[in-house]
Structures are given as C-alpha cells and as structure tokens.
C-alpha cells in the first residue's frame, strides 16, 4: 500500500504500482465470478473483468432487456449467461449487483448457492448494513467483500476504456477464509478501479447514501432549479438562465474543478468572478449544513433505507418513477437544457 498525504491526514491506498493486473490474475486465477444483474454496475464490471481475461459469468432474469442486452455484449447463454440462481450455483465469487430493493427479493433464492470458501461480493454496503430491515444475512462460511466505484457504471466502462478507470472503495465484512483482503483487491483491479482505499460496509453506504441525496444529485438538481427559477422570475431568458446555471458548470467549470482543484478554477476565472464566489460560499456552506446533518441522521438511522424499501416494493414504483423523471424532464429548464445542447457544434453536425 502507499501512503498518501490528503490534506494533511495520511490514507492507505492501493495503485497498480502495488497491486498489478497480473496479480489480480493470479489470485482470481482459480475463481469462477458472477456479475448478478446486468442494470447499472453490472454491465461494465463484467465486460471490464471479461477485457482483463477474469473468468467472468453473468446471472439475469432470461427474456428482460437486460438479458438481451448480455447477449449483445458477447455472453452466451447455457455458456457464460444464466439465470441469477445457476450463475450463482457455478461461482466462486458472487457479485451481487442487482438493485437494492431486487436484492431483498432474490436473497432466498440466492444464499442456498453459496457454498463453503465462496465470496459474496457488493458494490454497496445498503443490504448488508440495513440486515435488519434488508434479511440478507450472509452464511458465516464464506466471505463478504465490497468494491464500490465512485461512478457509474457507464463511466467505469467509459473510464476503462480510455485508460484512466474509476477510484473505488474497498472492505471486508468477513473473512472466512484468510483470503477476504486479497480477493476484494484483486477483484478491484480488475474491474479497471483508477486507485482503491479502504472503508467499511458501514461508512460506504452511510457516505454513498448521504452523497447521493446531497451535493452528487438531490441537492445538485434542488440548488439548479432555484438559481433558475430566480433567474426567469427576474426576466432572464430560458436560454440565459440555463448557461447561466448549468452549462458553464458542466462544460467549462467542474472540468477546471476536476484537472487542479477548486482553488485553481478560481485562479482561472475573473476576479468579480473570485471575490463573490468567495464571499458567497461561507453563507451558502452555512445555509445547507443543517439539511446535510440531518440527511446523514436519517441514513445511520436507517429511515432512509426503509423509504426506498417501501417504494421500491410497491406494484406501480415503475410507474411513480417514470412519471417523477418526466415532471424533471419537461420542466422548462430541462427542455432549455435540449436546446442547449442541441446547439453544440458536435450536436450540429
């Protein structure tokens, strides 16, 4: 492991200096791994783990778009795709990765194919660490482990590809075998993760959870609508407000953020840019930091996991969530959006 200076507090963190590709192959060399769920992680944690030369199945409902989309991504069915239960019974190593709410549903189903030294393997501690209110309560036989990029999936294949991959965390629930450690790392190199660091089931899931409804999306979407919605109150056109609040952010200042820091897109925009943005944020960070400790009580809680459990089980979730995404998309600052980009000189080709 190196240790690595962030910010004056030392971390552990393992690169591909320390723990090579080849490695990661010898370890899995004998392991047989099945990517459960072809939705979100799924897809590029399998075809990453395929493109390295891991001995990859996957296990998915037979007939769904998700099963049809295995097929065109070169998994064979009665081959190297299956149902969830046979691609779970022919593994050494199962990744569960279906949804939260279709773990719960499949677990009974799941648990009997695990045997003795096997490994059971999440990219979210939400089952695990919700037990109470999730019953996957794992055999004391095998392993638990997790791998949880901090992307998604479509950009864990986008960032494989070019080379690059996505920063992940890692952690062992339990280690029957002796080998828990070694597995989670080797199955993080594998699947393309750009540097691993160590947490647990508890922390992943209660920062994922928190960042998730915070700054990466809830709070993202919440703080967008505002700055427009002010801005056309006060007369601004759609396509004034929305460059205004979006799209100098996605296409121009979040890349500065991301190449150096915060610190030196600051450097690189005007200063009446600088001195607001300075004098501004201390009130901003002070206005939001109440709703951030009490998102963060309602995820150790547990409150947070028994709404979306709720939600998710309900017959016509489908169908609320569509709706739901379609009042976001129609809005007038999303059809904005459209336009925006329909714009771009690579859109207008």
């Known amino acids: 492991m190196a240790k690595i200076n962030f910010g004056g507090v030392w971390e552990d963190v393992v690169t591909s200096e320390e723990f090579p590709l080849d490695k990661a192959r010898q370890i899995l060399a004998g392991e047989i791994i099945a990517v459960l769920g072809y939705g979100v992680q799924g897809p590029a944690q399998a075809l990453n783990m395929r493109d390295n030369g891991i001995s990859v199945i996957v296990g998915q409902r037979k007939g769904g778009k998700s099963w049809e989309k295995a097929v065109q991504d070169g998994f064979i069915p009665d081959e190297t795709l299956f149902s969830l239960e046979e691609a779970a019974d022919r593994a050494t190593v199962v990744q569960y990765l279906i949804s939260d709410a279709g773990q ?57 590809l070019d080379g690059s991959g996505i920063n992940a965390s890692y952690a062992v629930f339990q280690d029957f075998t002796g080998r828990a450690k070694e597995r989670a790392l080797a199955l993080g190199v594998a699947i393309g993760s750009g540097y691993l660091f160590p947490t647990t089931f508890e922390k992943e ?23 427009y919605n002010v801005l056309r109150k006060h007369g601004h056109s759609p396509s004034e407000a929305f460059n205004e609040t979006v799209e100098e952010l996605t296409q121009s200042l979040i890349r500065l953020v991301a190449e150096n820091g915060m610190d030196w897109m600051y450097a690189n925009c005007s200063t009446t840019a600088q001195r607001g943005a300075l004098d501004w944020r201390h009130r901003f960070r002070d206005a ?58 690579e859109n207008r080709k």
């Open 104 to 160: 719960v549903a499949a677990w009974p189903r799941i648990m009997p194919c695990l045997r003795e030294g096997d490994a059971l393997y999440f990219s979210h501690g939400f089952g695990i660490v919700y037990r109470d209110q999730t019953a996957i309560v794992p055999p004391a036989n095998i392993d638990v482990i997790l791998v949880a990029p901090k992307g998604s999936g479509r950009n864990v294949r986008l960032n494989f």
């Open 205 to 227: 899931v209660h920062s994922d959870l928190t960042g998730e409804r915070g700054v990466l999306m809830g709070c993202l979407e919440g703080v967008f609508e505002a700055q």
């Open 288 to 345: 939001v930091t109440p709703v951030f400790e009490e998102l963060y009580e309602r995820v150790v809680s547990g409150e947070e996991t028994r709404i979306v459990l709720e939600a998710n089980s309900a017959s016509d979730y489908s169908e609320g969530l569509r709706k739901e995404l379609d009042e976001m998309k129609n809005s007038e600052m999303w059809q904005a959006g459209a336009a925006v980009r329909g714009l771009r000189p």
